[in-house]
């Protein structure tokens, strides 16, 4: 009987290793928090971060996941590095206390709360978003995911696009309402390598 | 309607000039005329950020700081007898604020540099807020010191790709030239005392500072605005006409007020072309 449960036992162990939750770290250079915002009622101008960081958690048979994004406000880029007639960028512009305050609030974060699942993979993250020293609860729907098996050098890598809804006054960010649309769209483009 | 109360030049011009001409014109008798400086900056807020102290940031502080130094320049003007101690101390109280203002900003500096950039924050507020004091007495020398600032300040933070404090200064110089035009109607000088001066020197320090620290004004312009007040204590004779010597200190006002801007410019652009 020993021997039988021992067996079981040995039998088991590999599927619990497997379940266990497998941590990935967020890869800067393929993860962009990107947003779109409303310009006059007339057309959407996308900006992004380029510089983030953070970590990912996922645990498929308990179907529990997590995630901790970490933005620096200093890298916004809309797109617009050009002075041409100006004094100043638009970009310049988004990093004052107008805006992001990237002085004042050098990092906004990103961490999930509730992930819920459908099937295998994280279908809506629910979390709270942390931006000029306000923190709301978002929710993120995630319109794909997948993870690539580790091969050669390669490790496993997971990733996916998560797109959600913010006002940005509920941050206190309320400069240029409404010619500037209060309501911004979020599109994160994510990408994170296995530990 | 609406669309209107959302121009920026209605919010930061139009509007403060409205509200301190009616609220100076109102209160022209009183000594309470100069809170039209305080009026107008709360209208222009009002219109734009709204009032929210959560999180207090450091420019939510500048606005809490200018109301709260208004109040104060009342109260210290009430005093039965306003000692000559005021000005040195409300001076010296201006330097002791203003590091606190941008305390979360300076907190995230290397400790020397930290102290260096505090050092040089109370420093400037408290020579600014001195320099506008030392006018208190002159409601015209005030009018012209307060266009001149709120105009330089404003133009060079917008220059520095801040419209917020664009918009504080065009709040602040639209008050300052509406309490002109009250003086001019009534044909006299409405004393601004602490009510205006330290609300209005230490509020341009704080823009200035912030122009610097949360956007993209480079520090070594800030005594620059400093020409403002010294040049409208330039000679201009209480007996001329009150509106030729009140264009005589305006005109020296905005020749200052020039200097800073064109630095701010040539810095933004690289060149003055």
């Not at chain 1, 915002?37 to 992004?48: A, E, K, N």
């Not at chain 1, 179907?63 to 970490?70: Q, R, V, Y």
């Not at chain 2, 301190?20 to 900056?41: D, N, Q, S």
Request: proline share 5%; hydrophobic share 55%.
């Amino acid at each position: 009987m020993t021997k039988r449960l021992f067996a079981l036992l040995l039998a088991i162990v590999p599927f619990a290793a497997i379940a266990a939750p497998e941590t990935y770290t967020i890869d800067p250079y393929h993860t962009f928090p990107n947003f779109t915002v409303d310009h006059l009622g007339i057309s959407t101008i996308y900006g992004r971060f380029n510089k983030n960081s953070g970590k990912v958690t996922i645990d498929r048979a308990a179907k529990t996941a997590s995630i901790e994004l970490n933005i620096e406000t200093a890298s916004v880029d809309t797109g617009d590095v050009e002075k041409g007639g100006r004094a100043r960028t638009r970009d310049e512009h988004l990093r004052t206390a107008d805006f992001f305050n990237a002085a004042e609030f050098p990092r906004m974060t990103f961490k999930s709360t509730k992930v819920a699942f459908s099937g295998d993979n994280p279908s809506v993250i629910e979390g709270d978003l942390t931006m000029v020293g306000v923190t709301k609860p978002v929710s993120l729907t995630v319109d794909r995911f997948k993870c690539n098996p580790a091969s050669g050098n390669n490790k496993e890598r997971c990733g996916g696009n998560a797109t959600g809804k913010i006002k940005r006054s509920d941050f206190g960010m309320k400069f240029g309402i409404p010619n500037l649309s209060d309501e911004v769209t979020l599109l994160i483009m994510l990408e994170a390598v296995k530990d | 309607m609406q669309q209107l109360l959302e121009h920026p030049a209605v919010q930061g011009g139009v509007l403060p000039l409205i509200v301190a001409l009616i609220f100076g014109a109102v209160f022209a008798r009183t000594r309470y005329a100069w809170l039209a400086l305080a009026v107008a900056f709360a209208t222009m807020i009002a219109l734009t950020v709204g009032f929210s102290f959560s999180p207090l940031t450091a420019s939510r502080k500048v606005t809490l700081v200018l109301l709260a130094a208004a109040l104060v320049g009342v109260v210290v003007d009430s005093w039965p007898s306003t000692a000559r101690g005021f000005a040195p101390a409300l001076a010296i109280a201006a330097g002791i604020v203003a590091p606190w203002v941008f305390l979360s900003i300076l907190a995230q500096r290397e400790a020397t540099a930290g102290y260096v950039a505090a050092a040089g924050i109370a420093a400037f507020a408290l020579v600014m807020t001195y320099a506008v004091m030392r006018l208190r007495s002159d409601g015209q020398r005030v009018g012209a010191a307060g266009l001149g600032l709120g105009l330089g300040v404003g133009i060079a933070a917008v220059l520095s790709a801040s419209i917020g404090f664009l918009l504080s200064g065009v709040a602040l110089a639209a008050a300052c030239g509406a309490m002109l035009l009250v003086q001019l109607a009534f044909s006299r000088n409405i004393v601004p005392g602490f009510t205006a001066t330290l609300p209005l020197g230490l509020g341009v320090a704080l823009f200035a500072i912030g122009s610097v620290l949360l956007a993209e004004l480079k520090w070594y312009f800030l005594p620059l605005f400093l020409l403002i007040p010294a040049a409208v204590a330039l000679p201009a004779p209480g007996n001329l006409p009150r509106i030729v010597r009140a264009a005589i200190l305006a005109g020296y006002a905005c020749v200052a007020a020039a200097i800073p801007i064109l630095a701010a410019w040539y810095a933004a652009r690289g060149s003055l072309s």
